[in-house]
């Protein structure tokens, strides 16, 4: 089975709830959507990030020391939220676990396969 990576995007401005009243309903649904990955035997990992004001950037690609920055890499008005790690059949599965996701925690999900490992 092929991996994928099913992505959360947020964009700034969006009108995420901010109390735990109003995220208490989000939380649950993405909790029983990862319990229903994992029944299914599709799930590897998963996770929700940390907003983006905690990113840090390292940039080892010069001569010298590698460079240490705050903040993300690119300033961008949209960024990663979250993510799950999946095992599926074939893209149109992982299309229809990515529907789910995107239902259940209120938010457009990207879906990429990852490489196939070297013979």
Known sequence: MTQYL??????EGDDMPTSMEELQPI???????????RDAGAWVF?????????ATTVDGTGD????VTDGP?????????????????DLDAALK????????CR???EVRPFQEEPS
């Open 6 to 11: 099913l992505s959360v995007h947020q964009a």
């Open 64 to 67: 010298g020391a590698p460079v």
């Open 46 to 54: 998963g996770g929700g990030l940390q907003g983006i004001e905690s």
């Open 73 to 89: 890499f690119a300033e961008s008005k949209e960024y990663l939220g979250g993510f799950w790690i999946i095992e599926a059949p």
């Open 97 to 104: 676990w990515a529907a789910e996701g995107s239902a259940a």
């Open 27 to 37: 939380f649950d649904a993405v909790d029983a959507f990862n319990q229903k990955v």
């Open 107 to 109: 938010g457009k999900v």
